[in-house]
């Protein structure tokens, strides 16, 4: 596991608990959430008070040279970035197999690796299905319109993910994962 050191609190953390920041090509730091950009770049711990800190503290500045365009837009699209991977991943995942919804549907086919619950779910339902399904993680971070968009409907409130055997179906499973770990971070 790839561990790199948060500039802002010196915690050495695995990558996918941290977001890695770029200078771009008009002398701003970016956030780099796929963490392919070019150039030297600089780790922060994934969440808004950790950036905020980063910022105001002239971290970025010391390591980069460069600061932040906006502190509040650029935590905004953040988030706003890590969702839609999300979703994106999601809906690849969906159609390999790997990512299944509804509760029922869960139920009948047995274990999962992750379960991801909306925002509003049952309390009540949402221990059910973790204990049934003998999962090895959960996540409440998005909604049921936003699990809903994955899977082409209104809304949906579970989905259960797992590597289903297919090709590359595990390396997605673990995108998905570090995505949702860096999302769950973020707005803690």
Same mark, same amino acid.
């Given at each position: 596991m790839v561990k790199r050191t948060c500039i802002a609190t010196g915690q050495n953390l695995p990558a996918h608990k941290l977001i890695r920041f770029v200078i771009a090509p008009d002398g701003f730091v970016v956030a780099d959430l796929v963490g392919r950009l070019p150039g030297r770049?600089?780790?922060v711990a994934a969440n808004a008070a950790t950036i905020r800190i980063a910022d105001q503290k002239d971290h970025f500045k010391r390591t980069l040279g460069a600061s932040l365009q906006s502190l509040d837009s650029d935590i905004a699209a953040i988030g706003r #970035? $890590? &969702?839609?991977? %999300? %979703?994106?991943? @999601? /809906?690849? =995942?969906r159609k390999c197999g790997a990512l $299944?919804?509804?509760g029922g549907k869960l139920l =009948?086919? @047995?274990h999962f690796? !992750? $379960? *991801?619950? =909306?925002?509003?779910a049952s309390p009540r339902e949402l221990l059910k299905l973790k204990s049934k399904l003998? #999962?090895?993680w959960v996540s409440q971070s998005l909604s049921s319109t936003e699990l809903g968009q994955i899977f082409g409907r209104d809304s949906l #409130?579970? =989905? !259960? *993910? &797992?590597? /289903?055997g297919g090709p @590359? /179906? &595990?390396k997605m499973v673990q995108i998905i994962y570090e995505d949702i770990m860096r999302l769950d971070g973020f707005y803690t």
């Open positions: 770049g600089a780790w #970035v $890590l &969702r839609a991977r %999300i %979703i994106a991943k @999601g /809906s690849m =995942a $299944l919804g509804g =009948a086919e @047995g690796n !992750g $379960l *991801l619950a =909306a925002t509003d003998d #999962v090895d #409130v579970f =989905a !259960g *993910l &797992r590597a /289903s @590359g /179906s &595990r």
